[in-house]
């Protein structure tokens, strides 16, 4: 299957944090990045757990929603469940979340996403439940 890139929508917590989203991958996975700042890390020195946490939930949850346009507009999703396993930390550089859809039906979906650093070592992966909101 083929889809078309979308346009995230911007949000409060995307300029907060400040992850860019790319939604254009054809297979319709997408990708996050965030460029590791001091704002960024914990009191051990490394990226904050919350925050792999944020980045996969983007992620996935970006991947349910382009999985609902197919070409249409983008549509929002809401976060069910998430469960993350944490395997490496990282102190700076660029991190990368890339999430994809792995299955589901119309309303609620199922996705799962992988938080790397810039040379490919993974740090975290979290498999979600999501659902449409209602607009």
Do not use: W
Request: charged letters at 15%.
């Amino acid at each position: 299957m083929h889809y078309p890139p979308h346009d995230a929508p911007t949000s409060g917590v995307q300029q907060l944090i400040g992850f860019q989203p790319d939604l254009s991958n054809p297979d319709g996975s997408t990708r996050v990045t965030l460029d590791l700042g001091p704002q960024h890390l914990n009191v051990s020195g490394v990226l904050h757990g919350g925050l792999h946490t944020l980045m996969l939930d983007v992620a996935a949850g970006f991947a349910c929603a382009r999985h609902c346009a197919m070409s249409g507009p983008f549509v929002p999703m809401l976060t069910l469940s998430l469960t993350t396993d944490y395997i490496g930390a990282v102190r700076e550089g660029r991190v990368i979340a890339t999430g994809r859809v792995t299955g589901g039906g119309f309303k609620i979906l199922y996705a799962e996403a992988q938080l790397h650093d810039a040379e490919g070592r993974l740090l975290s992966r979290a498999t979600g439940v999501f659902k449409r909101a209602k607009t």
